[in-house]
């Protein structure tokens, strides 16, 4: 079997608003993508992963569109877009672009039309959306026709006077789901498509994949997740986008899609299958929930890290998918906490820790996407207001702690750990007013660690995140990490990290403690030829070694 690209591939996701203002008005654009296209090549990532760059209201910062074939204002106009797309190329970085399948914005005209009985298109575009007649309780008053739960908090429900009918919508009720069994619907999406394709685009992620189908008939559960998450149906959507359009137009495919069974993920990524190339999973990005707290309630409760279980996802995926398809691997996206926040530690080990990460993550085998900012070790938002924050998701968490009984600062601290503004702030690259982001007041304040933590204060030093995230990314592609065979070492230890990864030359041994606190690695294995090729810190390889907190080492055998 040829190898395709993106096989070997680091990807880096950049979140446009945040990566760097070009025309001064505090929003990221495509001219910024343009003006900073060295920082790729620089960085040595074989492709560039934009968010959403559509024409939207940004409820939900592009994930709402309202206009599939033109360029959001805030990010330019659609021959920059076909600028940094072939200024990309000449460099040999292909371009990945989010598609959004699921939903619109309720400002497309295909939902405007939808709503209208009068509007000259409605019988056309009303069910290209989901929709249901109201219930009514014993007083006859008016309900909901059920009780499901929205991935951002409140029902999925919203009425719409003019036709007497709810709407669905399983994310913020400004993002209606799209009827994916209306052909006429499906047909203009495959369009738009075809259309980014002709740009020049390389691949996609393809956002929400595994929500596309939903239960018609709408049982009244609650939350009521399982009907319209990963129901079979799908794979049927899925793969006829992957037959008519992904695969003969050769473009990588990256599907959004958690807790995929053995046989689901070969559906979506069996080398004999048509549905996607990789898939984005997230078993490994909330191993430290705290799911007894009744106030906060899932991601959003912190607590004690569980380090086995995040090897346990990495190895999960790894084996599963050993010989039926490409695995893929990260840390976390625009969704998450930093991760150095998050799993690391971003006070007194914030280099170690960051390093730590690096080591454990980027010596495993599997295509790998790096989050912006993560090369530099970016860290979590440091709001005092609740203003400060921007995320639609935010607002309504914050409400709900509150009648729950969390007090201001509980609340506030819990959207500081946990909200995804955390992964969105804008790019530090100077210690320069705004963080060298943009020359005004950014849309979203830079945090307050960018004077020492940014990308200029670390080009110039071997030894700095930036420079490591340089050299293991070229280390990848030399040792043929991707195609490697993962082996954790005592995968039921709570704290350390360790694992072999056999390469076609020989072996990389990863060691590493995941914890704030000394830590006793047992390797009952042989150690004589290994030579290091990474430390953080100062240890000898021997049968039995303390690690400090967040000590890490990578060595390699060559066989």
């Known amino acids: 079997m040829n190898k395709a690209w993106w096989q070997d591939a680091?990807?880096?996701?950049?979140?446009?608003?945040?990566?760097?203002?070009a025309n001064g008005d505090g929003i990221g654009d495509f001219r910024g993508l343009i003006d900073k296209l060295q920082h790729f090549i620089d960085l040595g990532v074989d492709a560039v992963w934009?968010?959403?760059?559509?024409?939207?209201?940004?409820?939900?910062?592009?994930y709402d569109v309202s206009d599939y074939y033109q360029v959001s204002d805030d990010y330019g106009t659609l021959e920059d877009v076909k600028e940094f797309i072939a200024r990309a190329h000449q460099h040999n970085i292909k371009v990945i672009f989010d598609l959004v399948l699921n939903?619109?914005?309720?400002?497309h005209p295909w939902f405007q039309a939808a709503c209208?009985?009068?509007?000259?298109?409605?019988?056309?575009?009303?069910?290209?959306?989901i929709w249901q007649p109201p219930k009514y309780d014993a007083d006859g008053n008016r309900i909901k026709p059920t009780k499901w739960l929205s991935w951002f908090g409140g029902g999925v429900w919203d009425y719409n006077e003019p036709t007497d009918e709810y709407y669905l919508h399983i994310f913020s009720k400004k993002m209606p789901d799209l009827n994916w069994r209306n052909e006429a619907m499906k047909n203009d999406l495959k369009a738009v498509t075809k259309w980014l394709i002709d740009l020049g685009v390389d691949g996609f992620r393809v956002d929400a994949s595994n929500h596309l189908e939903k239960n018609w008939d709408f049982p009244d559960a609650y939350p009521g997740y399982e009907h319209f998450s990963s129901l079979p149906k799908h794979h049927e959507y899925l793969e006829e986008f992957g037959r008519e359009l992904f695969r003969p137009n050769n473009v990588m495919t990256m599907g959004e899609a958690g807790g995929a069974s053995k046989e689901e993920a070969e559906k979506y990524v069996g080398y004999d299958h048509d549905e996607f190339n990789m898939l984005i999973q997230f078993g490994h990005c909330w191993q430290d929930c705290d799911w007894t707290n009744q106030i906060t309630t899932g991601k959003w409760a912190k607590g004690d890290l569980n380090v086995v279980g995040i090897?346990?996802?990495?190895?999960?995926?790894?084996?599963m998918l050993k010989g039926i398809g490409h695995n893929l691997i990260y840390w976390h996206n625009h969704d998450q906490p930093r991760v150095v926040s998050h799993y690391g530690n971003d006070q007194e080990y914030w280099k170690k820790s960051a390093l730590m990460l690096l080591y454990t993550l980027y010596f495993m085998p599997g295509t790998a996407i790096v989050y912006q900012g993560e090369e530099i070790g970016m860290i979590n938002v440091d709001y005092t207001d609740l203003s400060d924050f921007r995320d639609v998701e935010v607002f309504t968490e914050y409400d709900n702690f509150r009648s729950r009984g969390a007090s201001h600062e509980y609340a506030m601290q819990a959207l500081r750990d946990r909200s995804r503004d955390n992964a969105r702030s804008p790019f530090q690259w100077s210690s320069e007013p705004y963080a060298g982001f943009s020359t005004t007041i950014p849309w979203m304040n830079v945090v307050g660690s960018y004077p020492t933590i940014n990308l200029a204060a670390q080009q110039t030093d071997p030894t700095s995140i930036f420079n490591q995230y340089k050299t293991v990314f070229s280390m990848r592609k030399k040792r043929g990490i991707s195609d490697g065979t993962l082996t954790f070492i005592e995968l039921d230890h709570p704290d350390h990290y360790c694992y072999t990864n056999k390469v076609q030359e020989g072996t990389i041994l990863v060691i590493a403690n995941f914890r704030n606190k000394e830590t006793l690695i047992t390797l009952d294995m042989e150690l004589d030829g290994y030579e290091e090729l990474l430390s953080n810190c100062q240890q000898s390889l021997q049968p039995n070694m303390i690690l400090q907190p967040y000590d890490a080492i990578v060595y390699f055998k060559k066989e």
């Open 10 to 21: 680091v990807i880096y996701q950049c979140y446009i608003r945040s990566f760097y203002d």
């Open 311 to 319: 090897k346990e996802s990495f190895a999960h995926f790894h084996d």
């Open 103 to 107: 939903h619109t914005s309720d400002e």
């Open 116 to 129: 209208d009985p009068n509007h000259p298109e409605h019988e056309r575009y009303h069910d290209y959306y």
């Open 50 to 62: 934009v968010s959403p760059h559509y024409k939207s209201p940004m409820d939900d910062n592009g």
